[in-house]
């Protein structure tokens, strides 16, 4: 990695598949990231096992998630995208930052109070130590930014702190990370219910599409959206679900919102969602294909998970030899 670009770390947790929400409103970005950061984009299979998954499934989740960030253009050479679980330095330094973390601090977290609510019947230490394992992913790579959405900002607050205090006990050795506010891509809303965000993790499937939806699932989707009843196409904030679908059209299709207010001007929602339809399958289409046809070349997925995983350790190990000596861990003997 070259020395003068800063680095940004992300971690995605492999439980849900990529959305035209995050397709649409992330990955735009990230094409000009890669060229102007170092970044990381970890799989972070660790945090997921934090509630009970399939192995089957979070085996294949994981893989799936990997292929489809290349599909979206995320350069797998250009940027280190690795699973968590390959890079056992993550759950040593995490180890070891449980030990510079309070009970209180935790305890605070409003994700585990939530999560641990959610799941009463398995309410694990690893839910409540969650935190410090994203903390040490992020501060291994002396990272300078991470994007984070507002539920992950607090953890990126007590990362701040843990960081700062071990820095204060031993002298400069984790670099402070800030968190990274890109710029704003669309903001895609839930189909069915759209004043909140579409979220991979929704359990109802109507409101998502998901980046490997066929076609007619896709324009099924988009039929049944919620919209309004006065049949104008037209962006207001009264109209939540027209604005959504406009928002949508725009951003696939690359038109503004006026270009699009007046090619609808004088249609109906039936010819309106048909044409939205069409326009996310249209652009969903090339990133599809590229999906299955990374699906086939196993080697080639199989060499870029191994060497970025290598990629990421040595980055790692330097920070967790730095640690091991000032928290007075004997050197190993070579
Ligand atoms: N906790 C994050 C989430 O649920 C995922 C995550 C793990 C992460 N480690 C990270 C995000 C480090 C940013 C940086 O979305």
């Not at 102007?36 to 979070?58: E, F, G, S, W």
């Not at 410090?132 to 992950?152: K, N, S, W």
């Not at 031993?170 to 890109?182: A, L, N, Q, V």
């Not at 590229?290 to 290598?310: P, Q």
Request: overall charge neutral; some cysteine; glycine content about 6%.
């Amino acid at each position: 990695m070259a020395d003068d670009k800063k680095i940004i770390f992300s971690g995605m947790q492999p439980s849900g598949l990529i959305t035209l929400g995050n397709y649409l409103g992330a990955l735009n970005n990230w094409t000009k990231l890669q060229d102007d950061y170092n970044c990381l984009y970890c799989i972070v299979d660790m945090h997921a096992i934090t509630v009970r998954q399939d192995p089957a499934k979070l085996r294949k989740q994981s893989r799936d998630l990997l292929i489809q960030y290349i599909a979206c253009g995320l350069d797998p050479e250009k940027n280190i995208i690795y699973y968590q679980s390959h890079v056992p330095q993550h759950a040593e330094l995490g180890w070891i930052l449980n030990c510079y973390t309070y009970m209180g601090e935790l305890n605070r977290m409003t994700q585990f109070k939530e999560k641990s609510s959610k799941h009463a019947d398995n309410i694990n230490a690893g839910l409540f130590t969650y935190p410090t394992l994203m903390a040490a992913d992020i501060l291994l790579y002396q990272t300078d930014l991470v994007p984070v959405g507002e539920d992950q900002r607090q953890h990126l607050e007590l990362t701040r702190d843990i960081a700062g205090r071990f820095n204060t006990i031993y002298g400069d050795t984790f670099k402070i990370p800030e968190g990274y506010i890109g710029k704003v891509g669309a903001r895609i809303m839930a189909l069915q219910e759209p004043t909140k965000k579409m979220s991979k993790s929704d359990e109802n499937k109507n409101n998502t599409i998901a980046l490997m939806d066929e076609p007619a699932v896709i324009m099924n989707k988009i039929k049944r959206a919620v919209t309004d009843s006065d049949n104008q196409v037209r962006f207001s904030e009264e109209k939540p679900g027209i604005s959504n679908l406009l928002n949508i059209y725009c951003a696939s299709t690359g038109y503004t919102l006026a270009e699009a207010e007046k090619e609808f001007e004088n249609v109906g929602y039936g010819a309106f969602k048909t044409a939205v339809g069409e326009a996310v399958v249209a652009n969903l289409e090339p990133v599809q294909a590229k999906v299955r046809e990374l699906e086939k070349n196993k080697d080639y997925i199989d060499t870029i998970i191994k060497v970025n995983a290598e990629k990421a350790g040595r980055l790692a190990d330097r920070t967790l030899r730095k640690v091991h000596k000032k928290i007075g861990f004997s050197a190993r003997i070579k």
